[in-house]
């Protein structure tokens, strides 16, 4: 079985569902931009090139997030919004967190939103 790196974050946040909609969304122009433009000069650092959006599938209260280097799912409940990510390896989750947490802060300074994540295993 192959050695999955997760991490989970628990956001205490009255919009959850709101928040769900909004990375869907994000990630589906992501997906499409990426294909639009072709193929762009290689950038400064291999690590700056943006995730490759595969597939996203989303309800009103869950979501699902596939990227060329892991995926994350969300769940809206009741005053939370759960997120796990998923890779096959450290620096590539952390890319992934990275990424989720400057969204869902952008998303969230009026509420001043804080995501905490922990590691997944166990």
């Known amino acids: 079985e192959s050695a999955m790196h997760t991490a989970e974050a628990d956001i205490r946040t009255e919009h959850a569902a709101s ?3 909004r990375l869907c969304g994000h990630a ?3 997906g499409t931009a990426g294909r639009r433009l072709g193929h762009r000069r290689p950038s400064h650092a291999p690590g700056d090139a943006p995730p490759e959006v595969r597939h996203v599938e ?3 209260t869950e979501g699902t997030v596939r ?3 892991g ?3 969300m769940r809206a409940l009741p005053g939370l ?3 796990r ?3 096959a390896d450290q620096e590539s989750l952390r890319r992934i967190q990275d990424l989720l947490t400057a969204r869902l802060q952008k998303f969230g300074r009026r ?3 804080t995501v905490d994540w922990q590691d997944g295993r166990g």
């Open 81 to 83: 919004l759960a997120v």
């Open 28 to 30: 589906g122009k992501m």
């Open 58 to 60: 989303c309800s009103g």
């Open 19 to 21: 928040y769900l909609a």
């Open 111 to 113: 509420e001043h939103l």
């Open 67 to 69: 990227l060329n280097w």
């Open 85 to 87: 990510a998923e890779a």
């Open 71 to 73: 995926q994350w799912t």
